[in-house]
């Protein structure tokens, strides 16, 4: 079961006062505080929010709230939070003003990286992570890269000195060039730390003379800004600036708070105490753009929207400041919802459900995240046709799951229940009434992320394959190995077609790769399908030779006798 997928069906199904398309999360809802710096959305497909009065994580349903206790190192940093990135880890790096955190997924707990050993409070903003190096910059280092596998660190540009007024830290790692951008009162600086060459963007060379108050890169290495109404491009090649006029939407003096490229890179997200502009930056003008409208429900909450994304998914996110989180949904993504409550079990009714499976004895076992796993035993003497539940049980990391986040869930052919969680497998011993926990060891120089289960499913002489954020790995009497040697992160996606002896697995942000498995050693067919596509799901339909495939992009109609695709349906957004 896919974060990203569920997610969008528990926003549908949020009891909020909004209607169709719109959402709004308040402080009511459990957030820390209404005034966010920065949204971010993982590569498990969590939102993290990140405020001044601590770092918030929502999954479509619920919020979890971590926040600084000054006696508790290993709580998050005081202060002020400013930027969130994700290490190759899975960790995430997060600026605070006291210092540099990281958060520990195996442990849940935070690390914290004080400047120069020392314990004094600078307020530090992260802005860059790749496979090595999270970047950062604070008042007392400057611009720094940390190697956080061997902790070592070095300065990026040693001349530089920063100040923290200097405009809330916005800064930007070129895309393409050896260079950091950062947003001064002098304008838009660009330090090429190879040559040690500078580039200014100042307003004087800007079209309406305005300072420049947000600035983002496109994936081409483009700079955009905002100067008053106007959105202008750099080129950094020809140094020439194209500009665009920014729709009047409230009819007062605009000013930008942030910018910042969708995830398709094909749009620029705009926000301001004007609203939301999403730019298209395919075609170069103003795609649609949101408003606040008194006492509707259907539009922002107010003018000021101080930050905002576009995701994977085409959702907006926005923080109408102060209040808290506008979620803005396509319009493809509309649902009726029906108010069930069968059980009347307390928290379980609140949970977000990630997995379900039947038993031999036709009782459930039920997934979630942050409450572990529920057991719903069903009446066997039931008279009716209609399932009658007598008993809720629980199981938590008391009861051996590796942790309460749990991904999803099969029964092997022997009737055991299995259980992939965020931090590994488990199986239920029914003798001992607790779960055992089976974690894989195959990959240690990836151990997280080879421990974080997207998906598993049933595969031949009764092994099961997971699907992790390390590639493929193959479970078989309770022993992990890996089943190949591709090491791509998985969308969650698994289907094994046991007649035709291949097995379909949808590769984050690549889309779907096909292995040949007639050999001991599985083969991975040379054509990748789909694409760019972050492939969700697969359904079989029954007696035939169609596979539907549900992705980020659409729904697809595939032929896996002649493996083609022959009929697509996008997702359009109005």
Same mark, same amino acid.
């Given at each position: 079961m896919k974060c990203s997928v569920l997610l969008v069906w528990l926003l549908l199904s949020l009891p909020c006062v909004a209607q169709?398309?719109?959402? =709004?999360?308040?402080?009511?809802?459990? $957030? &820390?505080?209404?005034? !966010?710096?920065?949204?971010?959305? /993982?590569?498990?497909?969590?939102?993290?929010?990140?405020?001044?009065?601590?770092?918030?994580r929502y999954d479509g349903s619920n919020i979890k709230v971590y926040q600084f206790i000054d006696d508790d190192s290993t709580t998050i940093g005081g202060g002020d939070l400013r930027g969130v990135v994700e290490d190759a880890n899975g960790d995430l790096w997060i600026g605070s003003g006291d210092c540099l955190n990281r958060f520990n997924r195996k442990s849940n707990n935070f690390t914290r990286f004080y400047s120069n050993n020392s314990r004094r409070s600078t307020i530090t903003t992260v802005f860059y992570a790749n496979k090595d190096e999270i970047w950062y910059i604070n008042e007392e280092?400057?611009?720094?890269?940390?190697? @956080?596998?061997?902790? =070592?660190?070095?300065?990026?540009?040693? /001349?530089?000195?920063?100040?923290?007024?200097?405009?809330?830290?916005?800064?930007?790692?070129?895309?393409?060039?050896?260079?950091?951008?950062?947003? $001064?009162?002098?304008?838009?600086?660009?330090?090429?730390?190879? +040559?040690?060459?500078? !580039?200014?963007?100042?307003?004087?060379?800007?079209?309406?003379?305005?300072? !420049?108050?947000?600035?983002?890169?496109d994936?081409?290495?483009?700079? #955009?800004?905002?100067?008053?109404?106007?959105? #202008?491009?750099?080129?950094?090649?020809?140094?020439?600036?194209?500009?665009?006029?920014?729709?009047?939407?409230?009819?007062?003096?605009?000013?930008?708070?942030?910018?910042?490229?969708?995830f398709d890179t094909q749009k620029l997200v705009i926000s301001g105490n004007y609203g939301l502009v999403v730019f298209d930056l395919l075609q170069e003008r103003i795609g649609r753009y949101y408003? =606040?409208?008194?006492?509707?429900?259907?539009?922002?909450?107010?003018?000021?929207?101080? +930050?905002?994304?576009?995701?994977?998914?085409?959702?907006?996110?926005?923080n109408p400041d102060p209040v808290g989180i506008d979620v803005i949904l396509p319009q493809h993504f509309q649902?009726? +919802?029906?108010?069930?409550?069968?059980?009347?079990?307390?928290?379980?009714?609140?949970?977000?459900?990630?997995? !379900?499976?039947?038993?031999q004895e036709h009782n459930l076992w039920v997934g979630s995240i942050d409450e572990g796993i529920w057991y719903i035993k069903m009446n066997p003497n039931r008279t009716g046709m209609v399932e009658e539940p007598i008993s809720l049980q629980k199981f938590t990391t008391k009861d051996g799951l590796p942790d309460h986040d749990v991904n999803d869930i099969l029964i092997d052919a022997n009737g055991i229940v299995w259980v992939a969680t965020f931090l590994g497998m488990a199986y239920f011993d029914k003798q001992k009434k607790k779960f055992i926990p089976v974690l894989n060891h195959a990959d240690p120089n990836n151990y997280v992320n080879a421990n974080y289960v997207r998906e598993i499913c049933r595969y031949k002489d009764n092994q099961i394959l997971l699907s992790t954020m390390s590639g493929l790995f193959l479970l078989k009497d309770k022993h992990i190995s890996a089943f190949?040697?591709?090491?791509?992160?998985? &969308?969650?996606? $698994?289907? @094994?077609?046991?007649?035709?002896?291949?097995?379909?697995?949808?590769?984050?942000?690549?889309?779907?790769?096909?292995? &040949?498995?007639k050999t001991e050693k599985p083969v991975l067919l040379p054509q990748l399908f789909l694409?760019?596509?972050?492939?969700?799901?697969? @359904?079989?339909?029954?007696?035939?030779?169609?596979?539907?495939?549900?992705?980020?992009?659409?729904?697809?109609?595939?032929?896996?006798?002649?493996?083609?695709?022959?009929?697509?349906?996008?997702i359009k957004v109005d």
């Open positions: 169709e398309g719109y959402r =709004h999360i308040t402080i009511k809802n459990g $957030l &820390s505080q209404g005034s !966010i710096n920065t949204i971010f959305k /993982d590569s498990r497909g969590f939102i993290w929010l990140a405020s001044q009065a601590g770092l918030n280092e400057g611009i720094m890269a940390l190697n @956080y596998k061997s902790f =070592h660190k070095r300065k990026i540009w040693k /001349d530089f000195i920063y100040k923290a007024d200097y405009l809330s830290g916005k800064v930007k790692k070129d895309p393409i060039r050896p260079i950091v951008w950062i947003l $001064l009162p002098t304008g838009v600086v660009g330090l090429n730390y190879q +040559t040690k060459e500078e !580039i200014l963007i100042s307003p004087k060379i800007l079209p309406n003379k305005s300072d !420049i108050t947000s600035f983002e890169l994936a081409k290495g483009n700079v #955009w800004g905002v100067s008053g109404s106007q959105l #202008w491009k750099y080129s950094v090649l020809s140094k020439k600036i194209k500009s665009f006029k920014l729709p009047n939407l409230r009819g007062i003096s605009p000013t930008t708070y942030d910018i910042k490229e969708s408003t =606040h409208q008194l006492n509707n429900a259907r539009s922002l909450s107010n003018w000021e929207i101080s +930050t905002a994304i576009l995701d994977d998914q085409q959702i907006l996110w926005a649902i009726n +919802t029906f108010d069930s409550n069968p059980c009347d079990f307390g928290e379980f009714n609140g949970a977000s459900i990630r997995g !379900i499976t039947e038993d190949s040697k591709d090491k791509e992160p998985g &969308s969650g996606s $698994l289907y @094994y077609d046991a007649s035709a002896q291949r097995l379909y697995v949808g590769w984050r942000e690549k889309g779907l790769a096909v292995y &040949s498995t694409q760019g596509f972050n492939v969700m799901e697969c @359904y079989r339909q029954p007696n035939s030779d169609i596979l539907w495939i549900s992705s980020n992009k659409g729904l697809i109609k595939f032929d896996v006798k002649n493996f083609k695709c022959f009929v697509y349906l996008p």
